[in-house]
């Protein structure tokens, strides 16, 4: 079946543009996850939803982070007056709320670069 | 506060030898997981761990879990090439939200 699928791939920003990030989750999966990864980082974690609430977001790095999943399907993070920090790459998982292993499944991911 | 570690971060080894990864955590967790990321790819899942003692193997890949001393091993035998990757472990941070706290991952290359 489908895996977890991200929009765009690849995303050049100016610093100070606002950008959206889009994340199309496994049919059926409840929760859904944020995460980014710096260069040779390991990913560390955004924020969560479980369906359409937003249970956690106490890795948001700052005000200028914004995560939304209206519907309880696809999320968007919005990432508002870019910085050169903020270039990594945002990987987004989703999983079954209570299945047995509560494994997350990853998307490809979207690079983000602020130039 | 949740911290996952592992070493070596870095590993060249020669093909067809054994070694081991190990990623120790602070906090209690009874699930553990293991990821493979290829450069310029996302996470591939290779182990899920849900209780003391659990082994799993798959080809020349085996982890094992031991949540009393909070330590996972992710053990190579006769390695490949095809084995080049970064290897992550990822503890469930069970706070009700089941984020991962990933470790800082174990960059392996398998020399011919």
């Known amino acids: 079946g489908a895996g977890v699928s991200q929009s765009p791939r690849y995303k050049v920003a100016k610093r100070g543009q606002d950008v959206a990030l889009r994340c199309d989750p496994i049919?059926?999966?409840?929760?859904l996850f944020w995460y980014q990864q710096a260069l040779g980082q390991g990913p560390e974690f955004l924020t969560y939803?479980?369906?359409?609430?937003?249970?956690?977001k106490s890795g948001l790095p700052s005000d200028r982070f914004f995560a939304e999943r209206p519907e309880g399907s696809v999320s968007t993070l919005k990432i508002q007056r870019t910085q050169q920090e903020d270039s990594a790459v945002y990987l987004c998982?989703?999983?079954?709320?209570?299945?047995?292993?509560?494994?997350?499944?990853f998307g490809p991911g979207t690079r983000l670069t602020v130039t | 506060e949740l911290k996952v570690e592992q070493n070596p971060l870095f590993l060249s080894m020669q093909e067809g030898k054994n070694y081991t990864i190990y990623c120790n955590y602070s906090t209690t967790s009874d699930r553990l997981y293991w990821y493979r990321q290829d450069p310029g790819k996302s996470l591939e899942s290779l182990f899920v761990?849900?209780?003391?003692?659990a082994v799993k193997q798959e080809g020349r890949l085996m982890a094992s879990l031991d949540t009393k001393a909070r330590l996972s091993t992710l053990h190579i035998t006769a390695a490949v090439h095809d084995l080049s990757a970064t290897y992550f472990c990822a503890v469930d941070g069970a706070s009700g939200t089941y984020k991962y706290i990933f470790g800082t991952g174990t960059r392996l290359k398998v020399l011919a």
């Open positions: 998982a989703s999983s079954l709320v209570g299945g047995p292993t509560y494994e997350q499944y």
């Open positions: 049919s059926g999966h409840v929760s």
């Open positions: 939803f479980q369906n359409e609430a937003q249970l956690d």
């Open positions: 761990l849900l209780s003391n003692g």
